[in-house]
């Protein structure tokens, strides 16, 4: 996604990933939307992070049909599927990529140069909501806990003699945890059949 205004980094593009079942979302600003910068962030930041995906669905930009991106996919059995050129919002990135567009252009006329220092606090407000599709946050479904936003502690002060150490509190948390575990095992039968 680009050309935005260069920041004093030197970023000017924006690679979108998005988890299609958690709907988590990565952003990742670029100083160039080469193949290789894209083969770079998809094994360190991508596979080494979270697992080989069982395929990746992009549009058909030359960053995604080169040789090289073709050859990672292919070594790490990963299947390939593109969008179709006259619809690519079939591209989960595209939903997210409307929303960060917007954004991304008010955080570059209010702080020229530093939009890029901001997409943190972008993806983490596009994570943080439930998802109508399964009623969680991106963070529950990959993580097994929603995040403490800073609403919570104002809103939801803890109370303060609750005692976390209790065989009710470890119930629900070890609940919560097979929960997390049950709907990754679901996730990855789905994907597979």
Same mark, same amino acid.
Request: net charge neutral.
């Given at each position: ?10 970023? @000017? ?9 958690? @709907?988590?979302?990565? +952003? %990742?600003?670029?100083r160039?939307?080469? !193949?290789?910068?894209? !083969? ?43 969008t179709?050129?006259? /619809?690519?919002?079939t ?6 990529? $409307? ?8 955080? !570059?006329? $209010? ?59 470890? %119930? ?5 945890? /097979? +929960?997390?575990?049950? $709907? ?10």
């Open positions: 996604m680009g050309l935005f205004p260069t920041t004093s980094r030197q970023k @000017r593009f924006l690679l979108v990933i998005v988890d299609y079942f958690t @709907r988590w979302v990565e +952003l %990742f600003a670029l160039q939307a080469t !193949a290789t910068h894209i !083969a770079n962030i998809l094994f360190n930041e991508i596979i080494c992070r979270y697992g080989v995906p069982l395929y990746i669905l992009s549009d058909n930009g030359p960053q995604f049909i080169s040789h090289l991106f073709n050859e990672i996919c292919a070594n790490m059995d990963i299947n390939r599927k593109f179709a050129n006259y /619809q690519p919002q591209n989960m990135s595209e939903h997210v990529n $409307r929303t960060l567009k917007a954004q991304i252009d008010i955080y !570059a006329q $209010r702080r020229p140069g530093l939009w890029d220092k901001e997409l943190q606090k972008l993806a983490f407000t596009i994570r943080t909501p439930a998802k109508d599709t399964t009623s969680d946050t991106s963070p529950y479904l990959n993580l097994g806990c929603d995040p403490v936003i800073p609403l919570d502690l104002i809103i939801n002060q803890p109370v303060p003699d609750f005692p976390s150490n209790t065989p009710e509190y470890k %119930f629900i948390q070890q609940y919560r945890t /097979q +929960l997390a575990h049950d $709907r990754q095992v679901t996730y990855y039968f789905v994907r597979e059949h």
